[in-house]
């Protein structure tokens, strides 16, 4: 859902006294200010933290995929180095 609606629907619900149109709701005359306060901030530390949350995900994984696209990059680029890989993956008790 979009912010705007979500920011209005949580105001909405602080409303104590509606103004009556055609026996309706229109709009609101008077908040709990104190209700008001804790739902909007409340809310706005969810956005912020599923923000930082996604932040860091998206973090993790781009420096993971960095990572392992390095490495491939480094042999191919060298094959010496894969060689001599080979060789002590060969025999482990030979020093390179």
Known sequence: ????VLYGSAIDTTCILWEKKCDKNAACRYYDNDLFRHRYLG???FFEVGAFLCFVTVYIVLRRQE???GNVAETKT???KEK???KSIKN???KV
Do not use: D, T, V
């Not at 859902?1 to 705007?4: I, L």
């Open 1 to 4: 859902m979009p912010g705007p």
């Open 78 to 80: 060298n094959p010496e």
């Open 67 to 69: 990572r392992e696209a």
């Open 92 to 94: 482990p008790e030979s």
């Open 43 to 45: 809310l706005q530390f």
């Open 84 to 86: 001599l890989a080979e």
